[in-house]
């Protein structure tokens, strides 16, 4: 197949239209970030592969021959065609209007009595907050962003990490008061309230405090149906410290101990990488942000942290 049939190194036909631009292997490279060696290279292959030379190298600039000017006009429109559908694919649609996807429990019981902030901040954009377990599909969705608890290794996504969690075990003082659950050693005495998650273990959790616990006859589902399970006083929750907190400040639950644990999963903000770009993404990313910084400073200072 003749080379008029194939495409021309791509690496080095960019390298040849910034050198182009720029009159400059030197500036060129300095826009690339690479050495003036390397551009040099790259555009002496591509004028091996053509067949021809693209520029008349002078002593302190490069000039055009008028094969490189025929391919200059022509390689930069095509880089501008491609600059022009990149930004068409991070076009927001609706730059006044955020869809966030997060964990109902990280909803309920974190996000959503913080949201007077964010409008306080930003009265103009309006929010749209959707409780889901799955992951978002971007592709069939108008979503611009994602909350998720795991490793922030998501196929086709970019996250950004947003915060750490602890678990320790949480009821309500009634119950503790009638079971007489006063620290770890006593939760022997408890009803374990079970949760199918599995950073949720209770058997893994004890087995690294080194503590025995009750029976666990009843489980729910999801860490929200737990904690009101210990707000309903049906035992001890093994609970998220982002989830339990403001129930803990509140006196309805009361933290047994003064051990946590660290589970392997984090919560991490997820889109496809150039909606990161979208100003109203990086409006609320700045503010959950700020906003996590703020919680993680409200652990007691005389909480020992274990890691599984």
């Not at 053509?50 to 391919?71: A, D, M, S």
């Not at 086709?156 to 007489?180: A, G, I, R, T």
């Not at 770009?277 to 020992?304: G, H, N, S, Y």
Request: with cysteine; aromatic share 10%.
């Amino acid at each position: 197949m003749s080379n008029q049939h194939r495409m021309p190194p791509l690496q080095g036909l960019y390298y040849f239209y910034q050198a182009a631009h720029h009159g400059s292997f030197k500036d060129a490279a300095e826009t690339l970030h690479v050495t003036a060696a390397a551009v040099s290279q790259q555009i002496r292959l591509l004028e091996d592969w053509l067949g021809t030379p693209l520029f008349y190298r002078q002593h302190r600039k490069v000039v055009l021959t008028p094969e490189g000017q025929i391919l200059l006009e022509h390689s930069q429109k095509g880089f501008q065609h491609i600059q022009q559908g990149i930004r068409l694919l991070n076009q927001d649609p609706d730059p006044y209007r955020l869809s966030l996807s997060t964990l109902p429990s990280l909803s309920q019981h974190w996000l959503v009595p913080r949201m007077t902030s964010f409008r306080d901040e930003q009265p103009d954009i309006s929010l749209l907050i959707e409780s889901k377990v799955e992951l978002v599909d971007f592709e069939q969705s108008p979503l611009d962003l994602c909350i998720r608890y795991g490793k922030g290794e998501y196929p086709n996504l970019s996250s950004l990490w947003l915060m750490d969690d602890l678990l320790f075990p949480v009821c309500h003082p009634l119950y503790q008061k009638e079971n007489q659950i006063d620290d770890l050693k006593d939760l022997h005495r408890a009803h374990l309230i079970g949760d199918l998650w599995p950073d949720m273990n209770w058997e893994r959790w004890l087995s690294t405090v080194g503590v025995t616990g009750g029976p666990s006859l009843l489980s729910y589902d999801g860490a929200n149906f737990v904690l009101e399970g210990a707000l309903a006083v049906q035992g001890v929750a093994l609970a998220r410290h982002s989830l339990a907190q403001r129930y803990l400040e509140e006196g309805t639950l009361i933290r047994i101990g003064n051990v946590a644990v660290r589970p392997p999963f984090s919560y991490y903000l997820c889109a496809p990488e150039g909606y990161f770009r979208r100003d109203k993404v990086k409006l609320f990313c700045d503010w959950i942000r700020r906003q996590a910084a703020a919680f993680q400073r409200t652990l007691p200072e005389d909480l020992v942290i274990l890691s599984v």
